[in-house]
């Protein structure tokens, strides 16, 4: 946990400010940040997600502005060096084409995706994100919003989890546990369900978790009994809107073909047939 910290502040001490008060970070400062030695290593990263950004209907531009700098080579000698001026849209593209397998590289796709309303995507840059994208992201919001509901659910007088869990689930999805929804997703002995949830039904999960939270923590709740009828509560009134809307009930969205994990795997395959 203290590793993570000392990354997430390093991308936060590499981020600059321009005369209106964007932020934007110099790909050669985040290139060894992201543990590369080599800038040509690191500008073949820097094109693939250029490509992306083109991909995406974005001006790459926009994202990737390029300017040379004068750095010193010894003996009062100078030379120019390319360099780019990048957005946090244009760090998370090349954070996705980085290296999975440096480690820095997995937090830095954390860190540009997933921090506080500061580092969100905004909703023009999540709109043009594939599916598969969107559900990296709101898998990883998950992520986050679970590690810190079950931080509350403890200080609830939680102590068994799947239990707590599960009542979330069966009052979102009508009854249905969390091994309910593997079986129907079909899914292998203890494969994660929200791993293999589209968007949206992670969204409508997204919700379930942080509503419970904040309401664990208004009522001040020290039961565990009363926190399993809580988070059941929430799910079933997440439900009635979504009912109430004429939204797609969470059981009935379609799983997806792959699992987040598959997708992860066969992009780090993708990377080792390039190298």
Not at 58 to 67: A, G, K, P, Y
Not at 85 to 98: D, E, G, M, T
Not at 225 to 243: L, Q, W
Request: charged content about 35%; some cysteine.
């Amino acid at each position: 946990m203290n590793e993570m910290k000392s990354v997430t502040t390093t991308f936060e001490d590499i981020k600059h400010y321009n005369e209106k008060g964007q932020e934007f970070w110099y790909a050669r400062e985040l290139m060894l940040v992201l543990e590369y030695k080599r800038w040509d290593k690191f500008h073949n990263v820097i094109d693939n997600a250029k490509i992306a950004c083109d991909k995406s209907n974005n001006e790459i531009e926009d994202h990737f502005s390029q300017l040379g700098k004068m750095v010193e080579i010894g003996s009062n000698a100078s030379r120019k060096i390319v360099d780019y001026k990048l957005s946090r849209y244009a760090c998370y593209l090349i954070v996705q084409n980085a290296d999975p397998f440096k480690e820095n590289v997995a937090f830095g796709q954390t860190y540009f995706a997933v921090q506080t309303r500061k580092q969100e995507i905004n909703e023009k840059e999540y709109s043009e994100l594939t599916e598969d994208e969107k559900r990296l992201y709101q898998r990883s919001l998950t992520r986050k919003g679970n590690f810190s509901l079950n931080q509350t659910a403890k200080g609830a007088g939680v102590k068994n989890y799947d239990q707590f869990h599960n009542y979330g689930y069966k009052g979102l999805y009508n009854g249905e546990t969390a091994d309910d929804i593997a079986k129907r997703k079909q899914l292998r002995y203890r494969e994660d369900i929200l791993d293999n949830m589209g968007s949206d039904e992670l969204i409508a999960n997204l919700f379930r978790i942080s509503q419970t939270e904040q309401k664990l923590k208004k009522e001040n709740i020290k039961n565990e009994n009363e926190a399993n009828k809580t988070h059941y509560e929430v799910g079933s009134k997440i439900r009635n809107t979504i009912k109430e809307l004429g939204g797609t009930m969470p059981e009935e969205l379609p799983t997806p073909k792959k699992s987040l994990k598959e997708l992860e795997r066969e992009k780090k395959n993708n990377f080792t047939s390039r190298v």
